[in-house]
């Protein structure tokens, strides 16, 4: 059956994948982003796409007092809501000596304001539906502070203890929020990057992704293997872990 979703961050990536996905299975859907040019471009680029099935909107994420009407402006046009999917990010380069309040305070604003902008309205607009799903893109980084990123770290720190909260207040109401949290993936963001390993593309992450939604899972690493890496990672006590260069 086609179901009712929203989008935030589909003009590239992950977020662009999930959607064109979505809307090749014949889903309503509505897109969120900046470059509404490449939103556009992305309905094109999808065959089966039927008119009255796609809606396409330019938005910031981070113009929080924005929220509420393009929500509205969104359910209106699918006529309803099941899903939403938050997978707006920002990940700016650090040099190891850099501290910038700029690149920063974007990084929190985008990953970790503009999600519970967007994720408070769908929660409470769930809870008084009694039904809906919601879908968070975090990250492997939330997983512990590392010196290369702090705040991009501690942006998906706080996304993923946001989502996990979420959860356990929505799960008694029959509503699933669930935490993806991806280790490395080729999309712009990682492009340049070295040192990269385990990379799958874009397309391979967003069917994991929406196979393992399908499946009711609620928390889980993109591709799994980064699971064990984590485990790894979180078990290495703090005076050895901060002389490692990861
Ligand atoms: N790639 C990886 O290896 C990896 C690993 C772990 C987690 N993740 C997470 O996965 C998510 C998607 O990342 P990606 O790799 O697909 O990156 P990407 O290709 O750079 O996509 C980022 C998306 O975020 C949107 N965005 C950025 N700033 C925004 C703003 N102010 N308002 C609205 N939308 C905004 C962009 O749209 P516009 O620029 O058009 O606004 C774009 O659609 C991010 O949360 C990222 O942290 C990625």
């Known amino acids: 059956m086609a179901k009712k979703i929203i989008v935030v961050g589909a003009s590239s990536g992950i977020g662009k994948e999930i959607a064109t996905q979505l809307i090749a299975e014949g889903h309503k859907v509505a897109l969120f982003a900046r470059r509404e040019k490449e939103l556009k471009n992305l309905l094109g680029s999808v065959s089966s796409a039927k008119t009255g099935q796609v809606f396409t909107f330019k938005h910031d994420v981070t113009q929080y007092s924005q929220v509420p009407s393009v929500f509205a402006k969104a359910i209106k046009s699918l006529g309803g809501l099941d899903e939403i999917y938050y997978s707006s990010g920002v990940m700016h380069r650090i040099e190891p000596n850099e501290f910038s309040i700029e690149k920063d305070l974007e990084m929190l604003e985008v990953n970790l304001l503009g999600c519970v902008a967007w994720l408070d309205l769908a929660a409470k607009f769930f809870q008084d539906q009694k039904s809906g799903k919601i879908v968070g893109i975090s990250s492997i980084a939330g997983d512990r502070g590392r010196r290369s990123n702090p705040v991009y770290n501690a942006s998906k720190a706080g996304m993923t203890t946001y989502l996990e909260a979420l959860r356990n207040?929505?799960?008694?109401?029959?509503?699933?929020?669930?935490?993806?949290?991806?280790?490395?993936?080729?999309?712009?963001?990682?492009?340049?990057?070295?040192?990269?390993?385990?990379?799958?593309?874009?397309?391979?992450?967003?069917?994991?992704?929406?196979?393992?939604?399908?499946?009711?899972?609620?928390?889980?690493?993109?591709?799994?293997?980064?699971?064990?890496?984590?485990?790894?990672?979180?078990?290495?006590?703090?005076?050895?872990?901060?002389?490692?260069?990861?």
Do not use: C, H
């Open 169 to 246: 207040r929505l799960a008694v109401k029959g509503i699933q929020v669930v935490t993806v949290r991806p280790g490395m993936i080729e999309t712009p963001m990682t492009e340049g990057l070295s040192g990269l390993f385990w990379v799958i593309t874009a397309k391979e992450a967003a069917s994991t992704i929406l196979q393992k939604v399908n499946s009711g899972k609620e928390d889980f690493y993109v591709p799994a293997r980064w699971a064990l890496v984590s485990l790894i990672i979180r078990s290495i006590p703090s005076f050895i872990f901060r002389r490692l260069s990861i």
